[in-house]
Nanobody
Framework: QVQLVESGGGLVQPGGSLRLSCAASGFTFSSSAMRWYRQAPGKERELVAAISSTRGSTNYADSVKGRFTISRDNAKNTVYLQMNSLKPEDTDVYYC???????????????WGQGTQVTVSS
């Protein structure tokens, strides 16, 4: 079965760093685009960063550009989010998301991890 398991969240002081990991299983990781989202209570889930399945091209929300870096290790079936210069407004639950197409491209697959809490506070 498809599984996405996030880890690495926690409490950090403003200006500090965290690295989130998402371990994937149950599908061909190298064929899947991977994304990190975050969500606060009462708010819509928002895209933080994305990385493609082939060339490894990346995209970031304007609010995290220059501070966060998404990367992937296909040999380990893992996607990472390195978060530097963290701010209190980065406090959210962060979710890993995988998207790929199967059945000759007719079926869209969309799976989510359970989320990991990131709290930035002094």
């Amino acid at each position: 079965q498809v599984q996405l398991v996030e880890s690495g969240g926690g409490l950090v002081q403003p200006g500090g760093s965290l690295r989130l990991s998402c371990a994937a299983s149950g599908f061909t990781f190298s064929s899947s685009a991977m994304r990190w989202y975050r969500q606060a209570p009462g708010k819509e889930r928002e895209l933080v960063a994305a990385i493609s399945s082939t060339r490894g091209s990346t995209n970031y929300a304007d609010s995290v550009k220059g501070r966060f870096t998404i990367s992937r290790d296909n040999a380990k079936n893992t996607v990472y989010l390195q978060m530097n210069s963290l701010k209190p407004e980065d406090t959210d639950v962060y979710y890993c998301n995988a998207v790929w197409f199967s059945d000759l491209g007719r079926e869209r697959n969309d799976y989510w991890g359970q989320g990991t809490q990131v709290t930035v506070s002094s």
